[in-house]
């Protein structure tokens, strides 16, 4: 069985790897183009490129690679259809146009990291984490004209930890993913599969839509778990981010305004209502361990903190400093 493999991010490189380690014929690889990257603006590979050209040149293979602009360039599609292949496999890739998923005899499979029909959309291991699941997971399923809304292939399921960020998440996803994946051409192969149509019904489940730089800013008034919960869904990056505004230390003495993106946090509940008067939003600090800031219902502290222009530090190094 031939396959071909799409996909851009490190997420998708851990498939890619398990196909190839396992003997598969991966007979091309589709990505985006080398694109301008960081503050020098330089030429930059997708990680999937890079782990296609190492393998091919530790293993004297020539996996061809294909780059299109765009997916519907005839060019692009007659070079697609003259690798003949089987099986297509997108793995974190872009939306293809029917020509593109339609072309294979066995289909185009998807890998995405949530429990479909859960979290459709470019962020759901953000999602998962900001809105305070305890499980996501990875599915494989058939691509048809809908975002994610294909027939279901397979799942697994994954317990979303207390401590778990998105960074951790991701990486644990990605194990599992690429392995589901492997699994997912096996039972293609021997004719096994027998795919679930996806409840439609999208009012019933939450979106994982693309998150953008506004929607990492952080409000005050919610419970502080919810706040805590969206600084583990977007650390360590895009990261969530505030001003830390009116900061008053236990001397009584107002600390400078900082913009700084929140890394890591924890909470306490404030039970006994000791707080009650004090109003949301107020930022209070000893000037020697703690920086904690005031939620709906306790308070927020923040454990790691990134001010602007500034590296990533410890809140402690952080407060030495804070004039």
């Known amino acids: 069985m031939k396959i071909v493999f799409m996909g851009t ?50 293993n004297n ?44 005899k066995l289909g185009t499979f998807n890998l995405h990291a949530s429990l479909l029909p859960h979290y459709r959309g470019a962020a759901p291991i953000n999602w998962a984490i900001i809105n305070g699941e305890t499980r996501t997971g990875v599915t494989t399923f058939f691509l048809n004209d809908k975002i994610d809304c294909g027939a279901i292939i397979m799942q697994q399921e994954v317990e979303i930890l207390p401590s778990d960020n998105l960074e951790n998440l991701y990486n644990r996803l990605m194990d599992v993913g690429a392995k589901l994946v492997t699994q997912t051409v096996d039972a293609i192969d021997k004719g096994e599969v027998k795919p679930i149509v996806q409840n439609q019904n999208e009012t019933l489940y939450r979106p994982a839509p693309k998150i953008f730089k506004e929607d990492c800013e952080l ?12 600084i583990r869904g977007l650390s360590p990056y895009p990261a969530a981010w505030c001003c830390v505004s009116g900061a008053r230390s236990i001397e009584n003495t107002v600390k400078e ?28 600090t ?38």
Not at 10 to 33: H, I, N, Q, R, S
Not at 270 to 276: G, H, K, P, S, T
Not at 289 to 314: F, I
Request: hydrophobic residues 40%.
């Open 9 to 58: 991010p490190e997420f998708a490189v851990a498939p890619l790897t398990a196909l190839l380690d396992k003997g598969y014929d991966v007979v091309g690889v589709v990505t985006v183009p080398d694109r301008l990257a960081g503050r020098g603006r330089q030429l930059t590979k997708s990680a999937v490129k890079n782990c296609i050209e190492e393998y091919n040149e530790v």
């Open 61 to 104: 293979k020539n996996i061809t690679l294909l780059q299109p602009e765009k997916l519907r360039d005839e060019e692009f599609l007659t070079q697609l259809k003259g690798l003949d292949a089987d099986l297509f496999i997108v793995v974190a890739f872009r939306m293809l146009p029917q020509v593109v998923w339609d072309m294979p």
């Open 219 to 230: 409000s005050f008034d919610k419970s502080v778990i919810d706040i805590h919960n969206k």
């Open 257 to 284: 305004d900082v913009v700084a993106k929140i890394v890591t946090s924890h909470f306490e509940h404030d039970i006994q209502n000791e707080a009650q008067n004090i109003e949301v939003g107020v930022w209070q």
């Open 286 to 323: 000893d000037s020697k361990s703690y920086l904690r800031v005031r939620g709906t219902d306790g308070w927020l502290y923040v454990d790691e903190l990134q001010p602007q222009n500034k590296k990533r530090m410890a809140t402690i190094d952080f407060i030495r400093g804070w004039r």
